[in-house]
């Protein structure tokens, strides 16, 4: 006889309490919980699901980009951007043959709610959050709520990248420590006896095996094991996912992607609708470059002739946001962005200095800022035992699973992490204050 499903909010939400993996899943974070999943419109959910097959062609793209600029077909810039500031040892893996059509196979953007629709700020090849959508998805779909993906989505999806290898290794750096447990709680869903959690210096790996690549390609350097699970994967003993091929972790693919000299390349590989559509939902970006202009030259959209005339944009001007491209320990976790609007002067100031500066070896781009709109939501205080209301901004995090290969390659929505932070909170990420909650239908 099974027990009736909890029925108040404030049963529900111990109920998720109670359902929290013994070594948790954050390494030393909390969160807020809620009593009821995030609720998306059917419309937000439905393209949601087609938007994993545009985000996994633009990949296909932007390995062809850059494949293409190398060997002189498309504009030589291209790859030298993308091999700025990399060492020589992963500029060789990106051009290896043996690496030549592999792309991310779990695939994040990072989209918020404004009010003109959805809008992607970022697209993520070495998410964390994966266990632990699974486990609310999980969660509240014991509660009987229809979440995306449903309660299996995310663990049957992130089990199909890896295909038919007997055994899968997820090799964790110190650096991703904080999302060890929730990998842990993965590979207990999956089964251990193939799927295990690695220290960074595990390199047993058999011919066959695959490798879940759970560190950025900027700590390699701190990753003993990875020079050994490189070299396997350039002979092919190993399917290594994500591929060590730094550009897939570059913010300034977005800056590409509205560069007018490559606006024929991108309509060619994307077609007209997938451009058209990913052009509406990603902010306009600039690579923050502090090479002069001609003097009778400007920065498109922003009309200005040298990027120094950034600093005497008015507070009210600088909706635009700073962050580092990639390769760097900044480039994760809301850290080295920048928010013009909400910065003094003499901040904004120096953060301009430090973007360009450090084009040479860790260069910036710049994007537009679009606002979160408000939304209402709560979550359950266990001291005060009430529901709290919430005003918050929200992002969300779907995660879509490749499995297959070449043409035949899909994108499989395995579920929709939703992130609420206060309205106060100018950039969202997963804070204390935050609400973690699945996206339900």
């Known amino acids: 006889m099974t027990s009736p499903l909890p029925e108040t909010a404030a049963e529900r939400a111990r109920f998720i309490r109670e359902k929290m993996p013994h070594d948790g899943l954050f390494a030393g974070h909390e969160w807020r919980v809620s009593p009821t999943p995030f609720r998306l419109g059917a419309e937000t959910v439905k393209e949601l699901e087609k938007l994993g ?4 062609q633009f990949n296909k793209a932007v390995n062809r ?16 951007l993308m091999d700025q500031g990399k060492p020589d040892d992963l500029i060789a893996l ?46 509240y779909a014991q509660l009987g709520m229809e979440v995306v993906g449903g309660g299996d989505g995310m663990v049957q999806g992130f089990g199909s990248i890896f295909g038919d290898a007997p055994n899968v290794h997820l090799v964790i750096s110190e650096e991703s420590a904080t999302y060890r447990p929730e990998m842990a709680w993965l590979a207990s ?85 997938f451009l058209n559509k990913l052009l509406q939902m990603v902010p306009y970006s600039w690579m923050v470059d502090p090479t002069p202009l001609p003097p009778h030259a400007a920065i498109p959209e922003l009309n200005l002739t040298d990027w120094n005339q950034l600093k005497t944009l008015s507070q009210k001007e600088r909706e635009l946001i700073l962050k580092v ?34 084009f040479p070896t860790s260069p910036y781009i710049l994007q537009r800022y679009e606002k979160p709109s408000l939304v209402e939501f709560q979550w359950f205080d266990f001291e005060r035992n009430e529901v709290v209301p919430m005003q918050g901004r929200v992002r969300l995090c779907p995660y879509y699973f ?16 939703a992130t609420v932070c206060p309205a106060d909170k100018k950039i969202i990420h997963g804070m204390t204050e935050a609400v973690f909650a699945a996206g339900a239908i």
């Open 189 to 273: 869903q999956l089964g251990e006896s193939r799927f295990k959690v690695q220290p960074p210096n595990f390199t047993d790996v058999k011919e066959g095996d695959a490798v879940y690549r759970f560190f950025e390609l900027f700590d390699a350097a701190n990753v003993p094991a990875a020079p050994v699970l490189f070299d396997c994967a350039r002979e092919k003993k190993i399917r290594l996912t994500p591929p060590p091929k730094p550009m897939f972790e570059e913010k300034m693919l977005f800056a590409l992607l509205w560069n007018r000299n490559l606006r024929n390349f991108w309509r060619q590989e994307l077609g007209e609708g």
């Open 53 to 56: 097959r545009i985000l996994l």
């Open 325 to 358: 491209s990639g390769f760097s320990p900044k480039a994760w976790g809301a850290r080295g962005v920048s928010l013009g609007s909400d910065l003094s002067h003499a901040e904004w100031s120096a953060a301009v200095d430090t973007a360009l500066a450090s």
């Open 65 to 80: 980009l850059y494949r293409l600029s190398v060997e002189g077909k498309q504009p030589a810039w291209v790859a030298s």
């Open 402 to 417: 490749v499995a297959g290969e070449g043409d035949s390659a899909r994108a499989t929505l395995g579920g929709v992490l």
């Open 94 to 139: 990106q051009r290896s043959a043996a690496l030549k059509n592999e792309w991310p196979r779990v695939i994040r953007p990072d989209l918020l709610i404004t009010e003109n629709g959805l809008h992607i700020t970022e697209l993520d090849s070495v998410p964390g959050g994966i266990g632990l959508t699974a486990w609310l998805n999980q969660t």
